[in-house]
């Protein structure tokens, strides 16, 4: 039974191979088998082929070596620096270099550039600023830039408002400068006659007790730093008295100022919360709080210190000293000390006086030492100084102020007098004549010449503007002293002017109470001297201010005469307007008044013409004055 099953048995292994001999050995089908064979025989071989190939091994179109193939990422880590090392490239590299170094140097082209501009703006703007304010040239550059930071401080016009605080800031730096021996004071000798014992040196007590004859005064009781500058030169001596002067201005200004020591903030000294400012003035939005008063100190010194310096320092010439004390008796009129003003006024003409006599070398002062009312010598006798006639109006105008209106009105009078006998300037009538001299020369010259003169295009011009652009402005010459007579040239005329509208204010003040003859002699002279003032304006607006007799040594003196014209104008169209409007007021008041009564008596009276015109019309003062109001806005200055 066994051998019987055993064939079985194999028959059926037999049977299994026989089926998957053809499967391995015939991979393509004969070309003799009938389609349906050969289908059968194309499925079975496809489904062969997924089992035979290696299907998960991707085809590449290129040889795969290991330097160029990318690793598989397997995690987030590892995609990340797969993807780091995918955009990173060498190409990229070169690219991001390129950029970076290209933006590094556009970025440092415009920072040089933005760098040099404000330079080259600073440096002209530093050259219009010594052009305009001129400095000595042996000063330090820095005490040159901060002095002239400081002079163009109180002129500039696009600030509301000047910053005293800098410019007393920069005046006092600069003075500081000036005295330090190892910067810009080398040399400075100390005033030994002023200084007493055990006093730090230099520190002299004095105050101006006493005047001499001669300009010297009595001093005592004042401490002060006092120099002898004799051995400077002219141009640092000048420097030293701008700089004292420009810090006594900026004192005025700051004299009511205090400086929270906290803060180091400048406050109003209404501001200040304490016991002796029970009402303290609020201050503005957004600004700091307000200081306390044991915070607080003074933010400057007096304006007396600096007045005082100048007169007590030699080395100054007598009108630099001169115009330090009528300076300083303005302040103190402002301040309400009438005595003390009076003694600085008469230092001032005591100081005129001294230098009238050193350039004249003989004689007594040309006015009377008790009245101080010019004397009147006659023609051709010694006139007076230039000095003189200012010390003498700044004085008579104090005695104004003051209420001695009969003390006054004499000395102007007299220096009015003295001023319109004064000559005409030479320089005038020389300029008048090379003026028609050049003028008949041009008109005989041919054209060809004519268009070769008027060129700008000369060897002359372009020399001279190398020369200015290229080359330090000289400092310009010592002005005048003021010891000689004046000459009667526009700027005189203009001062004369001046003296109108003074005694023009007295006449129409002092008359005020009166029936109306003093305010008419009044606003007649202020009538003249608005009417000089334009005429001489005029002239001087001519080609080159030659045109009005302006007489001067240069254009400054030109600038100057149109300076004093155009303020005398200024304050010469405000009075007159402010007086024509009261005399106008007054007499529609009385006007009023007149038709009150005339309704009252009687109001069938009126006549027909009364419909048509007026009884009484406008002057032509207040026409004028309508005109000059609507026309013109004048400075608020009053003389």
């Not at 007098?417 to 003028?439: E, G």
Request: proline letters at 7%.
């Amino acid at each position: 039974m066994l051998r019987q099953q055993q064939p079985h048995t194999t028959v059926q292994r037999l049977v299994v191979v026989r089926r998957r001999t053809p499967l391995l050995l015939f991979r393509s089908p004969p070309a003799t088998t009938t389609p349906t064979t050969t289908a059968t025989t194309n499925i079975s071989t496809t489904t062969a082929r997924s089992f035979t190939r290696h299907t998960n091994l991707p085809s590449h179109t290129r040889p795969q070596l290991p330097f160029l193939s990318v690793p598989l990422a397997r995690n987030r880590r590892q995609r990340q620096q797969q993807q780091q090392f995918r955009y990173l490239t060498t190409e990229r590299k070169r690219w991001l270099a390129h950029e970076f170094l290209t933006a590094g140097k556009y970025t440092a082209y415009f920072w040089a550039l933005l760098g040099f501009s404000v330079v080259a703006y600073w440096a002209l703007q530093q050259e219009w600023l010594e052009r305009r304010y001129p400095t000595p040239h042996e000063w330090r550059f820095l005490t040159r830039m901060r002095f002239r930071l400081a002079k163009w401080a109180p002129d500039r016009a696009d600030v509301p408002h000047p910053d005293w605080v800098q410019v007393g800031a920069y005046a006092k730096n600069v003075l500081e400068r000036l005295e330090d021996p190892s910067v810009d004071g080398a040399g400075l000798q100390l005033r030994r006659d002023l200084s007493s014992g055990g006093e730090g040196e230099g520190e002299g007590f004095w105050k101006i007790e006493e005047i001499d004859e001669d300009g010297t005064t009595t001093t005592t009781a004042e401490k002060s730093h006092v120099y002898d500058i004799e051995a400077k030169s002219e141009p640092w001596r000048r420097g030293y008295y701008e700089a004292l002067m420009l810090c006594a201005r900026a004192a005025e200004h700051l004299d009511d100022q205090v400086v929270d020591t906290t803060r180091r903030l400048v406050f109003p000294a209404d501001q200040v919360l304490g016991p002796s400012n029970p009402n303290p003035k609020p201050i503005a939005a957004g600004s700091p709080r307000a200081p306390r008063e044991e915070d607080c100190e003074r933010a400057y010194e007096p304006p007396e210190v600096f007045y005082r310096r100048v007169l007590a320092t030699n080395g100054f010439t007598p009108k630099q000293k001169m115009d330090a004390a009528l300076e300083h008796g303005a302040w103190l009129d402002f301040k309400g000390k009438p005595d003390e003003a009076e003694l600085a006024y008469r230092l001032a003409l005591v100081l005129a006086a001294a230098g009238e006599r050193a350039a004249a070398a003989v004689g007594p002062p040309t006015y009377d030492e008790k009245t101080y009312v010019l004397r009147d010598d006659g023609v051709g006798k010694r006139k007076p100084s230039a000095n003189v006639f200012t010390c003498l109006t700044a004085l008579a105008v104090h005695k104004a102020r003051a209420g001695d209106v009969a003390a006054a009105l004499p000395i102007l009078v007299s220096i009015l007098r003295a001023r319109r006998s004064l000559p005409s300037s030479p320089q005038q009538q020389q300029q008048q004549q090379q003026q028609s001299i050049s003028t008949n020369d041009v008109e005989r010259r041919p054209a060809s010449e004519k268009t070769s003169a008027s060129s700008p295009w000369t060897t002359e011009n372009i020399t001279a503007l190398a020369k200015r652009v290229l080359f330090e402005p000289p400092y310009p010459p010592p002005p005048d002293d003021g010891s000689a007579p004046p000459v009667r040239d526009a700027r005189g005329l203009c001062e004369e002017a001046g003296l109108n509208l003074y005694i023009g204010e007295i006449l129409y003040a002092g008359e005020g109470k009166g029936k109306g003859k003093g305010r008419e002699d009044g606003l007649a002279w202020t009538r003249d001297a608005v009417d000089i003032a334009e005429e001489q304006i005029h002239k001087l607006s001519g080609v080159g201010g030659g045109g009005g007799g302006g007489g001067g040594r240069g254009k400054g003196d030109i600038q100057q005469a149109k300076k004093t014209c155009k303020e005398c104008l200024d304050a010469g169209l405000e009075n007159w307007r402010m007086m024509v409007e009261k005399l106008a007021r007054e007499e529609r008041e009385k006007k009023k008044n007149e038709e009150t009564k005339a309704a009252g008596a009687g109001a069938g009276k009126s006549s027909w013409f009364g419909l048509w015109g007026e009884t009484n019309p406008p002057s032509q003062d207040v026409l004028k004055a309508k005109r000059i109001s609507l026309d013109y806005v004048p400075k608020q200055i009053k003389l």
